[in-house]
């Protein structure tokens, strides 16, 4: 297995697949959300603008039979302190637990730390037990908890 860095070029390459995962990701962590054809071309147009403009950065695992695997992240200021936001990390079903969710996530650690940055965050759902796992497991720890409550 082989990690990567994409540039927008890349990410254009791998359009199809790319807007494929992102579409899982989003039913996988938006269950009750309606996750269309539209809203994923325009996520994907959203990745390819950023990326191009430095505000995105895409991390692609490769294992047999192609492309496994791909993270989103982007820097932001938390505070006043420099922070990197993973906003997706997702692993096609039949790659899953053979650790490329860990590799990904230890080639953003490792490019994070040469940027000079020194916090990694993200959002989890509850009910996600893998990805809670796999973020214990590196050493994430609960900062906030995003509450909800529907007003009818
Ligand atoms: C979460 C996800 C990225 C994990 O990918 P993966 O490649 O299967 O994970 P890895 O094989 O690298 O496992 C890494 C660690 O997480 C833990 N883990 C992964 N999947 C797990 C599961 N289903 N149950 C319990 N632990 C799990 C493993 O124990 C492992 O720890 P170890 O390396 O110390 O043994 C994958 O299940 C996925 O894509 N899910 C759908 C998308 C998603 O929910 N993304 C996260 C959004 S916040």
Do not use: Q
């Not at 990745?47 to 496994?68: D, H, S």
């Not at 936001?85 to 650690?109: D, P, Q, Y």
């Amino acid at each position: 297995m082989e990690i990567r860095t994409f540039d927008a070029n890349d990410i254009l390459k791998n359009k199809e697949t790319l807007t494929e995962m992102l579409r899982d990701n989003y039913r996988v962590n938006f269950p009750d959300k309606d996750i269309s054809p539209d809203f994923c071309r325009e996520k994907f147009e959203m990745l390819v603008t950023n990326t191009k403009e430095g505000n995105a950065f895409v991390w692609a695992a490769f294992a047999e039979g192609g492309m496994g695997g791909f993270a989103w992240a982007f820097p932001h200021e938390y505070f006043g302190e420099k922070r990197l936001h993973i906003n997706h990390i997702f692993v096609k079903k039949e790659h899953r637990h053979r650790g490329i969710a860990r590799s990904l996530m230890e080639a953003i650690l490792e490019w994070t730390r040469s940027m000079g940055m020194g916090c990694v965050d993200l959002y989890v759902r509850k009910d996600n037990a893998a990805a809670a796992a796999l973020y214990s497991r590196l050493g994430f720890e609960t900062e906030r908890v995003y509450m909800t409550l529907k007003v009818e």
